[in-house]
């Protein structure tokens, strides 16, 4: 049904991009005193039937007091948006959603009207979806709505949407309550409209009938010439139209000179023209009625301010048309699927038809791509490269190849992100399904600007990346050839169940590197079945080794590797094989892929094989091409090894519960935040003193040490007294960050004198560090015993949201780093999946005898602070250092917590 959604701008919404179910996109936008004219116009163009449904009369006239009423709206009173379509002087209201405040609690009556032409489509859907959206910042917490019975459609919005409904029917009309504050469904029904849509919006641009390609040229060495014979060339199934003002065919072809002048309808447009004709080819589109466009051209966001005023008003040109578009700035789109044959890009060559699908934001290096994938035979489903993105993007590719049936394996190459948190929904999804493994540019400083240069967008972290991509399942390379490689595998082998490897070869070295590479990268190649060993000694020679790897030695005939990877695949305590070959001159390389070949194409079993013949790149492609049974050999093993444990990393993430978002009953997030002191710290910007802090953290369940605030010497040594000694005594402050450095913190107090001495000689510490003034008083707390010191934390990136950190604690946690992120929310396997990443987990597992830590209670605590961010997004930055790992079954303390806000405006 719908729909995806683009925030435009930051503040309420002059304009939302929304995306029917049918691919298509309109604008909604809050409807506006000067819209009379257009609501005038909108009502005499709907059917007496649909006005019936509405307004549940037959009403033939709109006055201009109503008018008026409808369009002068205050919101929490009334409120109400417009789905609209052109530009401004020529804009027109499409449909019309509306709330009106009753009386009675915080509840708002609702109502829709959708243009006749475009229902069934979605658009009162995405309607509700927004008029709810905007009812939760006013504190609506329900719609009421009445309904005639015959107006089946609507009924079937309400149905349909996911929120809870109570019905009630009575002489004809059905009285609908809507639930806003229940949106658990809704939000899954809520995702799934808009993956329909975003994969039908890429559908309608690479399942095209009709093309039009504008800047067709005569050249064929020219970008529009290249681009309009590769359509030819390949066979395309369906019909091209070269534009070109001054030609009167091309290649044959009748040419038009624009693309107004092309005769019937028109899918996608192909704009190979100079940047500042764009927008006006773009209007000619529209007036055309294309549904969707392919920019080639560059010259915008990624070139200088005039670029960038340049995409700007394409975007919003676009968008005023309901146009979906891929670019600009980028090499073309490609479809191998045997009923489209779409080859809309001006690479010079033609990949082979296949299962791996390829998104770049790169144009230069999908040539490269396209390139590569021919020259190793590694077949292509199809290909986007989508420059500057300013509609279609990496989400809606991931949605529409989630569905196709084409499309085994996905690879993107990334230099930035736009919507990066749906990024990471819609990966998370897909990777459930099908494997994505992807180039993040950008890792270094120097990458990261560059990134930023060339696409004209905000290069993310590059610890947000590896964040989202393990949250996400996305297997992340770090160069295009370890891209290939995975896909290699991905691509036609089965996914390994476990991380045992069996090595073969006929050459002790490359069998000792494949074997240093397995223990290095998660794999373990352990001794084979006593069973195994026995059934290889009956045909190897003397000198072979069988214990694993399997060294046939070098006159090992191709008879050997048929006969001894037969066995070896039928080993159970085997999950893969690598079979490593070195020519020697005793065997053909033609005659041992024929054999390993033979072995494969006869195996049914589930296990991968990779294959590694050491052999230059030349020799090589003769083995694929010549080999009876294809195979896909890796020159070196450790490429060959690296691969596979991609592969098997991947194939944990499928095994793995994905989770779910833990919800903590007792903790009444409304409630908290009434409290007055959580008022009074979310109007403060700024650290927060300490023992506000620590309260924040004690209101979500997480267990802090008992602390008490004193401004004297007498103060501190009567509030130790109160804890009982030891004690622990802390500066206070919401400037002093790093406590330690200053001589903030003194531990092991163990009397009033102590105490009284160590305030004295912590001011004195404090002031010459240059902190006079900033302090107030000290916090006293009891001295904790035993455990582990660990860290939580949570920062805001700017595109990726919370991003929660967990690791080692205490003062060297900036020196050795040892520290796992996540995504937020947290899921419980989250928790998991953190602790795993930590090279300390050993600590808490009874190390060197250590005692078992409380594991348990430290992925509770964890899940707590995740509530604790969703409740607060006040929160800029926040650090529990240390949190106390006690004894198993002991649960955990946070001993120190600082905390950022910085409220929205």
Same mark, same amino acid.
């Given at each position: ?539 190897? @020679?003397?000198? &072979?080794?069988? *214990?694993?790897?399997?060294?046939? #030695?070098?006159? =090992?005939?191709?008879?050997?590797? %048929?006969? +001894? ?124 003193? @300490?023992?506000? &802090?620590?309260? *924040?953290?004690?209101?979500?369940? #997480?267990?802090? =040490?008992?602390?008490?605030?004193? %401004?004297? +010497? ?192």
């Amino acid at each position: 049904m719908a729909v995806e959604k683009k925030i435009v701008r930051e503040e309420e919404p002059e304009s939302i991009e929304v995306i029917l179910r049918n691919g298509q996109s309109l604008r909604v936008r809050p409807i506006r005193p000067e819209d009379k004219k257009k609501l005038e116009g909108f009502f005499y163009r709907l059917s007496p039937r649909t006005r019936y449904l509405r307004f549940q009369y037959a009403k033939e006239f709109i006055t201009e007091d109503e008018l008026k009423y409808f369009t002068e709206v205050t919101p929490p009173k009334r409120y109400a948006y417009v789905a609209t379509v052109g530009e401004a002087d020529t804009e027109r209201i499409l449909a019309v959603g509306r709330w009106d405040i009753l009386p009675v609690g915080n509840v708002a009556e609702v109502a829709f009207t959708v243009e006749d032409n475009i229902q069934l489509r979605g658009l009162g859907t995405i309607l509700l979806e927004e008029l709810a959206r905007a009812a939760t910042k006013y504190n609506i917490v329900a719609f009421e709505a009445q309904v005639l019975q015959d107006n089946t459609r609507m009924l079937e919005v309400f149905e349909e949407s996911g929120f809870r409904l109570k019905k009630r029917f009575a002489e004809g009309v059905y009285y609908i309550a809507i639930d806003l504050k229940d949106q658990e469904e809704y939000e899954k029904r809520q995702a799934h409209r808009e993956h329909i849509a975003r994969s039908a919006g890429v559908k309608r641009l690479l399942c095209p009938h009709r093309v039009a390609v504008v800047g067709a040229s005569r050249n064929p060495e020219s970008v529009g010439g290249a681009l309009f014979r590769n359509l030819l060339k390949d066979g395309f199934n369906g019909v091209v139209f070269p534009v070109n003002p001054k030609a009167d065919s091309i290649a044959g072809v009748l040419a038009y000179p624009t693309v107004l002048d092309c005769p019937g309808d028109i899918d996608i447009a192909i704009l190979v023209v100079p940047a500042e004709q764009v927008l006006s080819v773009v209007d000619e589109c529209a007036k055309k009625n294309v549904a969707g466009l392919v920019i080639i051209t560059a010259g915008f966001g990624e070139s200088g301010p005039e670029g960038r005023e340049r995409e700007k008003k394409l975007r919003e040109k676009i968008l005023s048309y309901g146009m979906r578009v891929i670019g600009p700035n980028c090499l073309g789109i490609l479809n191998n699927n045997p009923d489209v044959k779409l080859n809309a890009t001006f690479s010079p060559v033609s990949p082979p038809s296949g299962n791996l699908s390829i998104g770049s934001q790169s144009g230069a290096l999908g040539l490269a791509l396209l390139d590569h994938a021919k020259s190793i035979n590694l077949g292509i489903s199809s290909f986007v490269s989508f420059g500057n993105r300013i509609d279609i993007s990496t989400n809606d590719l991931l949605d529409y190849w989630e569905d196709d049936k084409n499309t085994d394996v996905i690879v993107l190459y990334q230099e930035s992100f736009g919507e990066a948190r749906k990024f990471g929904r819609i990966a998370r999804r897909v990777s459930h399904k099908k494997p994505i493994i992807a180039v993040k540019a950008g890792r270094s400083k120097v990458g990261a600007a560059a990134a930023t240069s060339h696409t004209g967008a905000l290069a993310a972290s590059d610890v947000a990346v590896d964040a989202l991509f393990r949250h996400a399942g996305v297997i992340r390379v770090t160069t295009i050839e370890e891209m290939f490689n995975a896909s290699e595998v991905l691509t036609h082998q089965p996914l390994p169940r476990g991380p045992r490897v069996g090595i073969l070869t006929n050459a002790g070295g490359p069998g000792v590197l494949a074997a240093d590479a397995c223990e290095g990268l998660g794999l373990k190649v352990t001794p084979l079945s006593e069973a195994t060993q026995k059934k290889l000694r009956e045909f190897l @020679p003397k000198a &072979a080794a069988v *214990l694993n790897p399997v060294d046939m #030695i070098a006159t =090992a005939p191709p008879e050997s590797f %048929k006969k +001894a990877l037969s066995i070896m695949l039928q080993d159970p305590e085997i999950d893969s094989i690598i079979v490593i070959y070195i020519p020697p001159l005793v065997t053909k390389p033609e005659d041992v892929a024929e054999a390993v070949g033979e072995v494969l194409s006869n195996y049914m079993g589930d296990k991968p094989v990779i294959t590694c013949f050491m052999m230059s790149q030349t020799a090589l492609a003769e083995i694929r091409k010549s080999a009876k049974y294809p195979l896909r050999p890796f020159i070196f093993p450790e490429d060959a090894v690296q691969a596979l444990s991609l592969a098997y990393d991947y194939s944990q993430y499928r095994e793995m519960e994905e989770g779910t978002v833990v919800k903590f009953p007792e903790i009444d997030a409304e409630k908290i935040r009434s409290r007055d002191w959580v008022r009074n710290i979310l109007k403060r910007k700024g650290w927060l003193m @300490p023992e506000e &802090a620590i309260a *924040l953290l004690k209101e979500y369940g #997480i267990t802090v =040490a008992d602390t008490l605030v004193a %401004k004297s +010497a007498i103060e501190a040594a009567d509030a130790a007294e109160r804890l009982g000694y030891p004690v622990v005594m802390k500066i206070r402050s919401s400037r002093i960050v790093h406590k330690t450095d200053v001589g903030g913190i003194a531990v092991g107090l163990k009397d009033a004198e102590d105490v009284k001495r160590a305030f004295s000689m912590m001011l004195l510490k404090v002031e010459s560090a240059g902190f006079a003034g900033e302090t107030d008083g000290v916090i006293i707390q009891s001295m904790a015993k035993g455990g582990q010191e660990m860290i939580a934390g949570m920062s805001q990136d700017p595109l990726f949201g919370p991003l929660i950190m967990l690791g080692l604690g205490g003062v060297s946690v900036e020196l050795l780093k040892d520290v796992a992120f996540s995504i937020h929310p947290l899921r419980d396997a989250d928790t998991d999946r953190m602790l795993r990443g930590l090279k300390s987990l050993p600590l808490l597992q009874g190390y060197r005898g250590r005692p078992f830590g409380d594991i348990k209670a430290l992925k509770e605590a964890l899940l707590r602070f995740s509530s604790l961010v969703e409740d607060f997004p006040e929160i800029d930055q926040i650090e529990i250092n240390p949190l106390l790992v006690l004894e198993e079954g002991s649960g955990v303390t946070a001993l120190d917590v600082r905390v950022y806000m910085n409220p929205a405006e």
